[in-house]
């Protein structure tokens, strides 16, 4: 089944401690982002990536470091998370250029920073 | 990429037609329109998009104006698992390089 997962679903952590949420597609898709969902602000772009070793900032990096090492895997890095940073995340891709453009959003990962 | 206004929230019967509006006056030639679901808190869910000429899949139908400034999705049959909020969203071409830009939405509720 074609798919984008998330883990953890679920995490609440303290201020300054580091974290990771990884995100993975079986789908072989070149485009990967993250968006975090926050109340009366929507979804925001934190950082995308359009190929292995090519990630760039959206419009709210600040706080967030992502690699891209593998094609599957887009990683979200929490170096010294805060409480601003509590927030609900989506890992999303698609096929990049030219692909028909249906973007796979994951399930998301709440996060609670204390 | 072009501004869009959806109303904030809209009910539908089960078994009727949902019919989401979505205005982009400022829309350019190149832009397309694209809806998106989410389902409480889930992960948005594509469902249809198009150009200049109505569209229709599995899912709903998108009926686009001659003028290209106002949109609806039709969800012909709601049913209760329909309920959610619905994002018209209008971004230049059909590569999947870009990034959505969401706004507010309309939240759609089905009654039995």
């Known amino acids: 089944e074609a798919q984008v997962t998330q883990n953890p679903r679920y995490l609440i952590t303290v201020t300054g401690k580091k974290l990771t949420v990884t995100c993975s597609q079986n789908?072989?898709?070149?485009?990967m982002s993250w968006y975090r969902q926050d109340p009366g602000l929507g979804l925001r772009q934190i950082y995308y990536?359009?190929?292995?070793?090519?990630?760039d900032k959206g419009d709210v990096p600040e706080g967030y470091k992502v690699s891209r090492k593998e094609k599957r895997n887009f990683p979200l890095i929490l170096e010294s998370p805060s409480p601003n940073q509590t927030s609900l995340y989506f890992c999303?891709?698609?096929?990049?250029?030219?692909?028909?453009?249906?973007?796979?959003f994951g399930p998301g990962t709440r996060l609670t920073v204390l | 990429d072009a501004k869009t206004t959806q109303p904030p929230s809209m009910d539908c019967a089960e078994g009727r037609a949902a019919n989401l509006p979505c205005n982009h006056s400022?829309?350019?030639?190149?832009?397309?329109v694209y809806w998106y679901r989410q389902i409480h808190s889930q992960g948005p869910q594509y469902i249809i998009h198009?150009?200049?000429n109505n569209e229709t899949n599995e899912m709903a139908s998108l009926i686009i104006t001659e003028d290209r400034k106002s949109s609806t999705l039709i969800l012909p049959h709601a049913t209760l698992r329909d309920t959610a909020v619905y994002y018209c969203?209008?971004?230049?071409?059909?590569?999947?390089?870009?990034?959505?830009?969401f706004g507010a939405g309309t939240r759609l509720a089905v009654h039995p």
């Open positions: 999303a891709s698609s096929g990049g250029q030219g692909a028909y453009n249906e973007q796979f």
């Open positions: 789908m072989n898709h070149e485009y």
């Open positions: 990536s359009m190929n292995v070793e090519v990630t």
């Open positions: 400022t829309i350019s030639g190149n832009e397309y």
């Open positions: 198009g150009l200049k």
């Open positions: 969203i209008v971004r230049v071409g059909s590569g999947g390089y870009n990034k959505l830009i």
